[in-house]
């Protein structure tokens, strides 16, 4: 037999093996997804809504609960110290990372360190700020002084999205398509304006 005929049996013999457990690691992942993602009732949380903001690159809400490991290690390198652990008992998400704008919110670092020490593909790299969408802000126009008789562009002024909240007749409007949930502006109305206006939903 030819050394020819060797490595090209070689080549396939790995190919074929690397296939498999490609499959079997992907087949994985999808039974831990559906499983988790299943309430005491036996029905699926695909269509429920996410309750939490989640850290910058966070997969869907299901994937995410299903792959998170809860090891903490976005939260160490945050430096802004912007993610905590959720502590909330008999909740499926119990211990997963989230972040409270109102308290402190992300500053969309460059290195995005939060991404980079996840190991479990709850986190995944995103090219550019524009890609992320950890949630969206509304303005409540009752609490907002700018909506009354005092000028304020606070959440303008501080917002590092161009374009995401813009005055209009000197009032701040948001551009939702732009907004990607930092809570920024949740974090910096929270300073001047009681009670507070902007308000960062998943």
Do not use: W
Request: proline content about 5%; some cysteine.
């Amino acid at each position: 037999m030819s050394d020819e005929i060797i490595d090209q049996g070689r080549r396939t013999f790995f190919k074929e093996t690397f296939s498999y457990f490609g499959n079997a690691v992907s087949e994985i992942v999808k039974n831990k997804v559906e499983a988790v993602t299943k309430n005491s009732s036996g029905l699926s949380l695909h269509a429920k809504k996410r309750r939490y903001i989640r850290p910058p690159g966070a997969v869907r809400e299901e994937e995410f609960i299903a792959l998170c490991t809860k090891c903490d290690e976005c939260i160490k390198v945050c430096p802004h110290e912007s993610i905590r652990k959720l502590n909330k008992d008999f909740d499926i998400a119990d211990g997963t990372p989230i972040i409270v704008p109102e308290e402190t919110p992300c500053y969309l670092c460059e290195d995005y360190h939060c991404i980079k020490a996840c190991n479990d593909g709850a986190l995944v790299a995103v090219n550019k700020v524009e890609e992320i969408t950890m949630g969206h802000a509304s303005i409540n126009e009752d609490n907002c002084m700018a909506y009354g008789a005092q000028f304020c562009e606070q959440c303008v002024r501080n917002c590092p999205v161009p374009d995401a909240i813009y005055l209009e007749d000197n009032k701040p409007v948001v551009r939702r398509e732009k907004c990607v949930g930092c809570g920024i502006c949740e974090n910096v109305c929270n300073t001047v304006n009681q009670p507070i206006a902007i308000k960062v939903v998943p």
